[in-house]
């Protein structure tokens, strides 16, 4: 099974940014996709970014301009860079992977909060 280990959640001003890193047990091209879910309270568990094997990416509506997915293969490594960062993107963030026989796996889960 794929274990998925996220870097630890953040504190951050309205406006300000933070990279988190997803690092996967097996080489990434191991999987069709790797991506961010978040989940605010009181919400359903959302898409955030996606990043599907051959590099192609996809992003929530919400986040679009501000969200950026990336990948260093060679640590087995997702990342998103979070910018502009608004109170509504306070939720706890799931790294996901999907593999190649359609399995799905999850990261712990941890808390982004931005507030002032």
């Known amino acids: 099974q794929v274990q998925l280990v996220e870097s630890g959640g953040g504190l951050v001003q309205p406006g300000g940014s933070l990279r988190r890193s997803c690092a996967a047990s097996t080489s990434i091209f191991n999987l069709y996709a790797m991506g961010w879910y978040r989940q605010a309270p009181g919400k359903q568990r959302e898409l955030v970014a996606n990043i599907i094997r051959a590099g192609s990416t996809i992003y929530a509506d919400s986040v679009k301009g501000r969200f950026t997915i990336s990948r260093d293969n060679a640590r087995n490594t997702v990342y998103v860079q979070m910018n502009s960062l608004k109170p509504e993107d306070t939720a706890v963030y799931y790294c996901?992977?999907?593999?190649?026989?359609?399995?799905?796996?999850w990261g712990q889960g941890t808390q982004v909060t931005v507030s002032s």
């Open positions: 996901n992977a999907v593999g190649l026989g359609n399995n799905q796996y």
